[in-house]
């Protein structure tokens, strides 16, 4: 299959591109396209046949379900079996945005979609290109994140080419996504609503509106070997690994470095490629061919945005043995670290 790849701009969205692209979904194609988290890989929701090929496209097993994404609230009424208060108090105040909401299933959805639960995760975006693609196609988006399954999620639109192309029917590249981790998936089914995934949506923000939020045993960091079952069937796979060996190495910022310093060496001298993921804070203090800055600690944003592009970098440059600083800080520090510790398969030191 030959990909089409369109540039479009978020600020002045060529209408033409839109309807083409909307057709492609309404006619149980694929479409990657952009979200203000990550990119996505969309396709009609209400097809079975079409999440199908979803499952395909990303050889992702078929018990991990997909994400609804929805261009307005009206859209709920055939999406969910019944929609709780909570879900009108978070949309009014996250929606559109990086909140998806787990709610029960209406029958229209097929389980296909759902990956056979009686569940269903729906998300408003607010990437405009992500609006204009819903509305365009007629229906709603089911969208996983439009890596192939186990790599990290695309946060460029090159990533998707990488991944997808040949794969799917057309690519929309709608420049760099602005946060670059994955939304924050809330379960709203339960007596207490409680948190799947972490995301820029964080614990305190969702009590300070609904008041007590639990967040999935499973995805707590330290818990990792008390064989608790993720709640988000897709939290409980591999994920974002580079092929090279990553190690986070936890402490005081002094002796972080230190400590990465004297690993690097070691590791170069026993012929090993060694590349050290560092902050602009703090590059300037490693000796090592390959240092890269993720970003700054002043502004952990950035962190954020550029953690999924670092990640396929090592790929790239063939990098045998990684070390990386710690992110467990400010607002996005739990969202960041979930995906740092799955990518470095928990392997963690302390300096
Ligand atoms: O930011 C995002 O959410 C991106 C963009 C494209 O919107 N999408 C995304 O989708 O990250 P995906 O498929 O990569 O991750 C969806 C997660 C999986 O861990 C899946 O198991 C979980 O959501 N999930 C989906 N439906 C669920 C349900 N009914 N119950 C529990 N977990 C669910
Ligand atoms: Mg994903």
New binding site residues.
């Given amino acids: 299959m030959k990909t089409r790849i369109y540039t479009i701009d978020e600020k002045n969205i060529d209408l033409e591109i839109m309807k083409e692209a909307g057709a492609v979904i309404a006619a149980g194609g694929l479409v990657g396209f952009p979200t203000e988290t990550?990119y996505g890989l969309g396709a009609d929701a209400m097809d079975a046949s079409a999440s199908e090929k979803i499952y395909a496209a990303?050889g992702?097993p078929s018990d991990n379900p997909l994400i609804v994404h929805i261009a307005d609230l009206d859209a709920l009424k055939d999406i969910a079996l019944e929609v709780p208060d909570a879900v009108y108090i978070l949309a009014e105040k996250y929606w559109p945005g990086p909140l998806t909401m787990i709610m029960k299933k209406g029958p229209k959805v097929p389980y296909k979609t759902t990956g056979g639960l009686d569940t269903v995760a729906v998300r408003m975006p607010s990437n405009a290109i992500a609006l204009a693609l819903i509305k365009a196609s007629g229906t709603y988006i089911a969208a996983?994140?439009g890596?192939l399954?186990g790599r990290p999620?695309p946060t460029l639109a090159s990533h998707m080419i990488e991944d997808m192309s040949g794969r799917i029917d057309m690519i929309i590249d709608g420049g760099k996504v602005g946060i670059g981790l994955?939304s924050t998936i809330v379960d709203l089914t339960g007596d207490v609503p409680m948190i799947l995934r972490p995301g820029y949506i964080t614990k305190e923000m969702l009590e300070r509106d609904l008041g007590c939020v639990e967040v999935d045993p499973a995805i707590v960091a330290g818990n990792e070997d008390k064989n608790f079952r993720p709640k988000a069937p897709?939290m409980k796979y591999r994920?974002y690994a580079p092929k090279g060996d990553l190690t986070i190495v936890e402490g005081q910022s002094d002796d972080v470095i230190l400590c990465i310093n004297r690993l690097a060496l070691e590791q170069k001298h026993a012929g090993k490629k060694v590349a050290i993921i560092a902050t602009d804070e703090t590059r300037h203090l490693y000796d090592s061919d390959f240092i890269f800055s993720i970003g700054s600690r002043e502004h952990e944003e950035t962190i954020a945005a550029n953690l999924f592009e670092i990640l396929r970098d090592m790929d790239g440059l063939s990098m045998d043995v990684i070390y990386s600083e710690s992110f467990a800080e400010g607002h996005l520090g739990q969202a960041i670290m979930n995906r740092l510790l799955k990518a470095a398969g928990h392997q963690v030191i302390e300096a």
Wanted: proline content about 9%; glycine content about 10%; overall charge positive.
């Fill in positions: 990550v990303k992702r996983p994140s890596n399954s999620s994955e897709g994920h």
